[in-house]
């Protein structure tokens, strides 16, 4: 089990930047991907053994995703918000498969709570 806990959500202005936490507990060690979502849209996902990020176009350019071993965080910094990157955003985690040994990034089965960003014009 995999444990997803979100924060760093706020209201800002157009323009401005925000930075989201992501800090994983469990069984963090088979996990092969961390992504963020909001509303069901894919914003950018990371694969944890080769660091390669992905991105949805609409954020390609503005958002970071980044993951620290460390201390089982994942970042997502936003720059250049603007008022339709307001959403809920929530992380997520899939973990290797055993049986297959592959990461499955279709299917993302641990989420956290959600935090909410909110942008102005």
């Known amino acids: 089990q995999v444990q997803l806990v979100e924060s760093g959500g706020g209201s800002v202005q157009a323009g401005r930047s925000l930075r989201l936490v992501c800090t994983a507990s469990g069984s963090i060690s088979s996990i092969c991907s961390f992504a963020w979502f909001r509303q069901g849209e894919l914003v950018a996902k990371i694969y944890t053994d080769t660091g390669l990020p992905v991105y949805a176009e609409s954020v390609e350019g503005r958002f970071t995703i980044s993951h620290h071993d460390a201390d089982n965080t994942v970042y997502l910094q936003m720059d250049n918000l603007k008022p339709e990157d307001t959403a809920m955003y929530s992380c997520?985690?899939?973990?290797?498969?055993?049986?297959?040994?592959?990461?499955?990034?279709?299917?993302?089965?641990?989420w956290g709570q959600g935090t909410q960003v909110t942008v102005s014009s």
């Open positions: 997520a985690a899939v973990l290797t498969s055993l049986k297959t040994g592959l990461c499955n990034t279709a299917v993302y089965g641990y």
